[in-house]
């Protein structure tokens, strides 16, 4: 399989190309050349599917030309090794737990297979990879957990100061060896600005091997497609399923919408946002206009100019009225944001994040009687907890892995959004 640019100026490149490239140069992000329909037989197996067993027969068809299928087995095997429960909630609404793997976010599913195609591809090279990553809060803490310690790689992670949690800032800043954490005085579009020019720019590329880990890396993306299989899998009523994906740089909705052209029943999904809202808007006005980024209590949603809106584009071929119909959207500001994790609470006994409250919001909101929905709790409220408590009005206790990780040192250096300082700095 191939993978084109979106902007379709650049010859297309095998996976294990487009992986290790990351960014195409004409500025456009790698998609499959064709999307493969699943045989009947999947659908009449999948019960009998474990989750990594999901991952090897869907990232089979992208990748066999450049992983042998035994070694993808053992990839999709490690990095898919921990459980992703679908949980009711109520009547016909059902949280997608995504947040049991190491760094307790969904991150982990595209950063752990990123992270093992990286060393794969790099088993047979002596130069070292150098991965850098922009982060609004989650990316950060899953791609130094996935590539912590991993021999010949090394990770540059860019973060806006004071923007992410303490919590997240302490999972990017604690690890050390193969991991740097880089504090940007800026928000996170200015940190994926940073990154993007980096890859652009020649001088870097000639000297070195630069790779990405964001979730415009194809390798990220295409494996959040296997858990909306598992989701499906796991359901009982299976009649017209919702997805309700809260939102932020679209790459999980848009790995949705590739699981949906893929074979899999979903009647629609929702494009779940805070007030970072674009493409809810664009969806009304056909008019795709990047607002300045609002701060927001779902932190890894504040994105004003998502990276994979061309790949949303390119899976309804470029047709606004088929997005449409395959995406409504929804968006809601902080105060509902409280709001909806305390009733949701209060009527659940259900500890919903910053995040997922908003795909549950969007659930309640939209969906009709005869539906089924399901919302993607996409991190464990603890990521969040100052947030969860003002919503519940009382305090929550710790897990351990919270109170052993806070009381880490943090390590970082801090610079401004200049690009050329974080040039000087990756050269030095
Ligand atoms: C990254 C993230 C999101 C947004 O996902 P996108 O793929 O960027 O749309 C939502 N919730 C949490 C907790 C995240 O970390």
């Not at 982060?135 to 130094?144: E, F, K, L, P, Q």
């Amino acid at each position: 399989m191939k993978f084109y640019s979106t902007n379709k100026k650049v010859a297309p490149l095998s996976f294990k190309e487009a992986v290790i490239h990351s960014l195409p140069s004409d500025r456009g992000f790698y998609f499959p050349e064709k999307i493969p329909t699943l045989e009947s037989d999947f659908f009449k197996e999948l019960n009998s599917y474990t989750l990594s067993e999901i991952g090897y027969k869907i990232l089979t068809p992208f990748t066999h030309e450049d992983i042998p299928k035994a070694k993808l087995k053992n990839i999709t095997e490690e990095a898919f090794n921990f459980d992703v429960p679908l949980k009711k909630i109520e009547t016909g609404i059902y949280s997608l737990e995504l947040f049991h793997g190491p760094t307790y976010a969904f991150k982990d599913i595209g950063a752990r297979f990123l992270a093992r195609c990286l060393a794969y591809f790099n088993e047979s090279h002596n130069q070292e990879v150098t991965i850098l990553v922009a982060t609004s809060g989650d990316t950060g803490g899953a791609v130094a957990s996935g590539f912590y310690d991993v021999d010949g790689v090394n990770v540059v992670i860019l973060y806006p100061s004071g923007k992410v949690s303490e919590l997240q800032e302490k999972q990017l800043t604690t690890l050390g060896k193969n991991i740097t954490a880089v504090e940007i005085d800026g928000t996170f579009d200015d940190c994926q600005n940073m990154v993007k020019q980096a890859f652009l720019d020649k001088e870097l590329n000639e000297t070195l091997n630069l790779s990405s880990a964001n979730s415009i890396n194809i390798a990220r993306w295409l494996p959040q497609s296997i858990y909306y299989f598992e989701a499906f899998k796991q359901l009982q009523n299976r009649d017209n399923l919702v997805f309700s994906v809260p939102s932020g740089n679209y790459g999980n909705l848009s790995a949705g919408l590739l699981a949906h052209r893929m074979g899999l029943p979903v009647k629609h999904f929702i494009a779940a946002s805070n007030q970072n809202d674009v493409i809810p808007r664009f969806l009304t006005t056909e008019q795709y206009e990047p607002l300045k980024t609002i701060p927001t209590l779902s932190n890894a949603m504040d994105v004003s100019d998502p990276s994979n809106y061309p790949r949303l584009m390119e899976l309804v071929n470029g047709n606004h009225a088929e997005l449409q119909s395959v995406v409504k959207g929804f968006s809601m500001d902080d105060a509902q944001t409280l709001e909806t994790i305390k009733s949701c609470f209060d009527q659940n006994s259900y500890i919903t994040d910053p995040h997922g409250a908003i795909g549950y919001q969007a659930l309640k909101d939209i969906m009709t009687a005869d539906e089924n929905g399901i919302f993607l709790e996409t991190a464990h409220y603890c990521k969040f907890v100052s947030t969860v408590e003002k919503a519940l009005e009382k305090p929550l206790s710790q897990p351990d892995f919270v109170s052993n990780l806070m009381s880490k040192p943090k390590k970082s250096i801090t610079m401004s959004s200049s690009f050329k300082e974080f040039k000087s700095f990756l050269f030095g």
